[in-house]
């Protein structure tokens, strides 16, 4: 589980220092997604990036609508720092830190997206009800998030670490947290979205690149993810021996110079269901 503290402290800065290995993990699904938003994107108006991180979607979406005002919008100071710093000269772009399940509903957006920054919310009805008050009459909403663990290999590599942990039961929000598609459906619903669907997308999770890819995998997934957590669980004179089984579990993905895995996510669409 992931707690607010935690993103705007040390996990967020991780993230932060991490964007480019970030960006490159989920290009094969940015890709489908920024498609996904500009079939819906207005040509003016105001969209709001959701847990904007270190701006990729707010970028690719200002870009290709130079006449619609975008604001990316996170938790983590770290984050929002290279936000700011990766979109300068974009006019029509800004970043600001802030809780996206609090929104001002004078925020008045026409179109609310995410790649992967919404599954962390403690209350998910209550925080897309907030998003939902603060979005026109037929706002429309895009998000992404992963699918079930199983059809995320990555995410299984510290279940043959250190062995299957029991799921809590109930909501718990995190990166799965969002895997089930009828309690998001049932979830969007409940908070006033209306129309709701969901498509799947698979794509390459690309976790290590270069001379080394193994070495840079490995480097990546102790930084961030569940095997960074998994591993920090664990005592300290056990670390060393599970980096070294870590790169032992890798080595079957390596193509060339590049570590992959199959990866598994939902791209969610939705309308404001309130009448003007």
Not at 79 to 95: M, Q, S, T, Y
Not at 202 to 231: L, N
Not at 233 to 249: C, F, I, S, Y
Request: glycine share 10%; with cysteine; charged share 20%.
């Amino acid at each position: 589980m992931f707690s607010t503290d935690e993103w705007t402290g040390r996990t967020g800065d991780v993230w932060a220092d991490e964007w480019r290995r970030t960006d490159r993990s989920f290009a094969g699904l940015s890709d489908r997604l920024n498609g996904a938003i500009l079939d819906v994107a207005p040509p003016h108006g105001h969209a709001v990036d959701l847990g904007c991180g270190a701006g990729q979607t707010s970028m690719a979406l200002a870009v290709a609508r130079p006449d619609l005002g975008v604001t990316g919008l996170d938790i983590s100071p770290g984050l929002i720092a290279v936000a700011r710093r990766r979109a300068e000269g974009i006019e029509n772009l800004g970043f600001d830190v802030a809780d996206t399940s609090a929104l001002d509903p004078a925020v008045s957006a026409d179109l609310f997206v995410s790649r992967h920054g919404v599954m962390f919310f403690p209350d998910p009805v209550a925080a897309f009800m907030t998003i939902r008050k603060a979005a026109r009459p037929g706002a429309r909403l895009v998000f992404s998030c992963f699918r079930e663990r199983r059809a995320n290999e990555w995410s299984l590599l510290s279940d043959s670490l250190v062995g299957a942990q029991a799921a809590p039961p109930g909501y718990v929000p995190g990166p799965f947290a969002f895997a089930d598609r009828a309690f998001v459906g049932g979830m969007l619903a409940r908070s006033g979205w209306v129309g709701a669907a969901a498509e799947a997308v698979d794509y390459h999770y690309v976790a290590g690149q270069g001379e080394d890819p193994i070495a840079d995998a490995a480097d990546f997934f102790t930084r961030i993810g569940p095997v960074a957590r998994t591993i920090a669980e664990q005592p300290a004179d056990r670390r060393g021996g599970l980096v070294e089984r870590l790169k032992d579990l890798l080595a079957p993905h390596v193509a060339r110079d590049t570590v992959a895995f199959p990866a598994a996510a939902w791209i969610w669409t939705a309308t404001n269901g309130d009448a003007a």
